[in-house]
């Protein structure tokens, strides 16, 4: 295990309860519905964001997979993907998101995340605090800086019946390009496998 993540078998701390919601119909594209695994949002548009938020005002809305992303590691076949993002707001110093990815071939449903970030007030500090849907869930941590977040895993927890080897270690970087498309990077850490890189994909805004 990796110095400084906590692993917690049995227990989900009642926090990240919260993340956990229903399934819903979202309309992030125009006309179109997909199904997925979403956090109540609002109608940002009508809500003031909150000031705490400015410096994270380049991620709200709505991005789409410019192209398919690529997924590999050392311990699975590589794979292909389509993925939509939402992050909104209520006008709480909090942004709630939806990560939804389909299989790029079968438009099968795949890896959902769902949570909320968080800002430390005056710093560049920020929190991820994210359930997915294979019954893992983590608190991700790192710094803003411009328009480039990076995060690494903090604690971890999982349902007592999670599918092994168990991940340890989740880091991701957002970069918003000078194109204005989004992109994501994500390295993974498992029991058996180091740190590598698991998700590059890159985004373009729909709304």
């Not at 919601?21 to 964001?49: K, Q």
């Not at 359930?131 to 999982?158: C, H, M, P, W, Y």
Request: proline share 7%; charged share 20%.
């Amino acid at each position: 295990m990796h110095r400084g993540v906590r692993d917690v078998d049995y227990v989900i701390p009642s926090l990240l309860l919260k993340v956990f919601v229903d399934l819903r119909l979202s309309f992030c594209t125009s006309g179109s519905a997909s199904f997925s695994m979403a956090c109540p949002v609002a109608n940002t548009a009508a809500v003031e964001l909150n000031p705490v938020l400015q410096p994270l005002n380049w991620l709200l809305g709505c991005w789409e997979s410019d192209e398919p992303g690529e997924g590999t590691f050392p311990t699975i076949k590589p794979f292909r993907y389509t993925e939509k993002l939402q992050f909104s707001h209520v006008g709480q110093p909090v942004i709630n998101y939806t990560f939804n990815a389909f299989h790029a071939e079968t438009n099968k449903p795949m890896h959902r995340e769902c949570g909320f970030i968080r800002i430390q007030p005056g710093t560049n500090k920020v929190a991820f605090i994210n359930a997915q849907n294979t019954g893992l869930v983590d608190i991700e941590e790192g710094e803003l800086t411009g328009q480039q977040l990076k995060l690494q895993t903090q604690s971890v927890a999982r349902i007592s019946f999670a599918k092994e080897p168990h991940v340890q270690q989740i880091s991701r970087v957002f970069q918003l390009r000078p194109d204005g498309k989004l992109e994501q990077t994500v390295t993974m850490a498992t029991d058996n496998q180091p740190p590598s890189q698991h998700l590059h994909i890159t985004y373009r805004r729909s709304s």
